[in-house]
């Protein structure tokens, strides 16, 4: 197998799909030396199955908004991969979805469940839906226009869709609302639901918390104490939240956080109870915006139309959404003395900010790794759904931080170059091989 080769071909096939491509050549680059180690994969073809969709579903989503005029978004679910468990993944709204940022999100989230240890195969859907400024009612609607036209492709064995971008628990619970009814079984089909109707504890936490899990265990495999050190974070959405109430509990100092309209700075941390929930108060305002921090808080300065890398911290932790961080911020990070970047977001940063980060030997911790923790607790909600039990905050936090820990060994083994640990390479062949050995077993289909 050679990468360009390979590359060449897809961007043919699928002209212009740039996330999609920038995620396939990622994976491939790292796995290339350990595939050509495997003539048995070639002669199967694996990459060439493993980079396309099993299947892709596109509709037409017709709504009606509060004044009754009807609008069209476009729906999409792509089971990407079901070699190793049911499609598993989120479900985005957002007006930058398309069907790249779906197949590449897709994509990612094969290998990543696959690194969590649980049978999870890979899976992504979303809308180009934009929920901002939109009322309750009209959220709702959207959602079951949604899940009208997907259900019969969803089951908790088939196709298990949870929260991403744009989709909480509140999104959810509308869909899986309207599944329920249409399906007439009441079944773990979606999770991220209400803890009253089959939620797990911890689920709203685990993509931050796990994440913040496993920073801690870059910093322990290379002597580094994480209490007192400085943190920026991007996003001020649910993943972010999580992130910043565990670096706080860990003594770290979280000094920033963003939005689409700029980043506000808190020299102080953010580290109360007051500031951290303000977090979610501002989220479920609905207006996607972060200047109303500054307000709240006299101590805040909000900076309009600047993103939260230009500050002097030693930790960098973006959160929001894909190539939100790229080679100049990279270099801005490192000239200013920062020792750790960890992407919360998947893909959050450029593949060029990656390469420097690498080149640089930088401690990074890819997407695929650090942010496992929400969709692994995902796996335990199906497992807990399907015992028809619910376990405790210490069960799922106990399960979680085993989870986290595995996968940075899982990146050891496979990442470890002398001192450095390259975690891009340990995350993207672990994940590889797991799955490529599944699909050997299973012929070929
Ligand atoms: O990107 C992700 O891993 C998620 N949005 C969570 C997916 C899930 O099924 O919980």
Redesign the pocket.
Known sequence: MKVNDIMTKLEMRHPGESEYLQAVREVLTSIEEVYNRHPEFEKAAIVERIVEPDRIFTFRVPWTDDNGQVHVNIGYRVQFNGAIGPY???IRFHPSVSLSSLKF?GFE?TF?NALTTLPMGGGKGGSDFSPKGRSQSEIMRFCQAFVTELWRDLGPDTD?????IGVGAREVGYMFGMYKKLARAHTGTF??KGLSFGGSRLRPEA?GFGALYFVEKMCAAHGIDLKGKTVAVSGFGNVAWGAVTKATELGAKVVAISGPDGYIYDETGINTPEKIAYMLELRDSGNDVVAPYAEEFPEVVFYPGKKPWELKVDIALPCAIQNELNLEDAKQLKANGAILVAEVS?MGCTAEAVDYFLENEMLFGPGKAV?AG??AC?GLEMTQNAMHISWSNEEVDKWLHQIMSDIHEQCVTHGKNGDYINYVKGANIAGFIKVANAMMAQGVV
Do not use: F, I, R
């Open positions: 598993k993944g989120g999100l989230q990543k298990v869709p949870a929260g991403d999770t991220g993509t998947n942010n929400g969709v995902s």
